[in-house]
């Protein structure tokens, strides 16, 4: 699966942003998807999940109530509604696709993933 992120930009805290993943090649084989992080010298991190064909979904207790992921079956796009940002939030944003019959609740470690995107930039300034 070819992954591509868009939507990172520079923006001020507490403003909104919303990134895009599309999903193309063998998109039948994924199973979920989730978007992961890494800020300026940190690790990388799990932000949020999702399955594409119930639609269920796992957060980061440090996006829980901020961020939302939604996916679009029709086209092979997940998404993630970033809200209230704070700089904290800097970071390069990854999307993954695993072939894995997880629960969602276990699709928080990168290990499970088997393709991802190049990564899109998310700078928020305080």
């Known amino acids: 699966v070819h992954l591509v992120e868009s939507g990172g930009r520079l923006v001020q805290a507490g403003d909104s942003l919303r990134l895009s993943c599309a999903a193309s090649g063998d998109t039948g084989s994924s199973y979920g998807m989730g978007w992961f992080r890494q800020g300026p010298g940190k690790a990388r991190e799990f932000v949020a999940a999702?399955?594409?064909?119930?639609?269920?979904?796992h957060y980061a207790d440090s996006v829980k109530g901020r961020f939302t992921i939604s996916r679009d079956n029709a086209k092979n796009t997940v998404y993630l509604q970033m809200n209230n940002l704070k700089p904290e939030d800097t970071a390069a944003y990854y999307c993954?696709?695993?072939?894995?019959?997880?629960?969602?609740?276990?699709?928080?470690?990168?290990?499970?993933?088997?393709?991802w995107g190049q990564g899109t930039q998310v700078t928020v300034s305080s």
């Open positions: 993954a696709s695993t072939m894995r019959l997880l629960r969602v609740s276990l699709m928080d470690d990168s290990v499970w993933y088997d393709d």
């Open positions: 999702i399955t594409w064909s119930e639609g269920d979904t």
